[in-house]
């Protein structure tokens, strides 16, 4: 959205069916916002406000970010001839569970959607979204969040004993695996005085995996919740983590993999789904096999000993970021499908929900 402020010929309102704003910024935009807010999961007055906003405000588009929205659009943008740009693809499923939540909402809206964008090519062969209306549009990063980097934070101001500084991204919950961050982050620990390991997120597997960091380890492995000062923590961090529970979960392309190698950090990644897009194995960092502690370990190990292949992968990946993964870049892909289903008479501007 603020790529979209630069072109004045989008207009666009924003609809979200929750209270809660992660990105307090969308309040700068100057836009307007509408809030959908469900008093239960089976709300069907949910169709009737969202067709009423519609029917008002005319838009050309109705571009949905997940599956449920998909579903409150389908039939609104068919009462009212609207365009429909699903962008529900945002991970990659595991398995091709027929009954699964996410297979059964592709099911009900990919026919009715003019084009289905997915943040992966693996996630779009997941869904198995029709080839002939499916593209990949990959995450963008804004280089302009570098100009967040607090450059007095430090290590000492964190309490964090000298040495190097390994980080972890992600959501507290079941499809991340911190059972294998932690216990890689131990048998290093156990090893080596010089390491510290921090995780940054919330979830409500915050609790279960704090309780698994015992008292001689408190030190060294710490949670930090929830914190606004990522791109800084992640300045000052040696290697960057991200392990993911392939059982239950794949990438779609991680933000956070984004952020670490655009701030030029070498990658330790679990292999799978988007995550094989971004990162480019033994180049911007290490793909590792699932639950694989000891191999997640040994890939640590071997960044820590060699200051040169850190410096090298961390250089390769904030190129690959720059030059593949640019918000520019994406918006301007937006762009360009938004452009294909412009109204011939609104041959000027586009209206976007």
Not at 194 to 201: K, S, Y
Not at 260 to 287: D, H, S
């Amino acid at each position: 959205m603020k790529g979209l402020k630069n072109h004045p010929e989008i207009q666009f309102e924003l609809i979200v069916m929750e209270k809660d704003i992660h990105y307090k910024e969308v309040y700068d935009l100057g836009i307007k916002i509408h809030f959908l807010i469900r008093k239960s999961k089976k709300d069907f007055r949910i169709f009737k406000l969202l067709y009423n906003y519609c029917k008002e405000y005319k838009p050309d588009i109705i571009h949905c970010w997940d599956s449920m929205t998909s579903i409150y659009s389908v039939p609104v943008c068919r009462l009212l001839n609207i365009k429909l740009v699903n962008g529900m693809v945002v991970d990659t499923p595991v398995k091709t569970n027929f009954f699964s939540r996410g297979q059964i909402r592709a099911r009900m809206t990919f026919p009715f959607s003019n084009i289905v964008i997915g943040n992966s090519n693996a996630g779009l062969t997941g869904y198995k979204a029709p080839r002939k209306k499916s593209q990949c549009i990959y995450n963008g990063f804004n280089f302009e969040r570098l100009n967040r980097v607090d450059h007095s934070l430090s290590k000492s101001s964190l309490n964090i004993a000298p040495g190097y500084l390994i980080t972890m991204v992600g959501a507290f919950s079941d499809r991340k695996d911190y059972d294998t961050y932690i216990s890689a982050a131990k048998m290093i620990c156990d090893k080596r005085n010089d390491v510290t390991f921090i995780a940054i997120g919330d979830g409500g597997n915050f609790t279960s995996v704090l309780n698994k960091i015992t008292h001689q380890y408190k030190d060294r492995i710490q949670l930090l919740g929830k914190r606004s000062n990522v791109e800084s923590l992640i300045a000052i961090s040696d290697i960057c983590v991200l392990t993911t529970n392939a059982k239950v979960h794949g990438e779609g392309i991680s933000n956070s993999i984004l952020e670490y190698m655009a701030l030029g950090k070498p990658v330790i990644a679990t292999t799978g789904g988007g995550t094989n897009e971004i990162v480019e194995n033994n180049i911007t960092g290490f793909l590792i096999s699932s639950a694989s502690p000891g191999e997640l370990s040994e890939k640590i190990e071997t960044l820590l000993d060699n200051r040169g292949l850190r410096e090298k992968m961390g250089v390769a990946g904030k190129e690959r970021i720059a030059n593949m993964f640019s918000i520019e870049k994406m918006v301007n892909s937006y762009i360009e499908v938004y452009k294909k289903f412009q109204h011939k008479k609104k041959s000027n501007s586009s209206g976007v929900f």
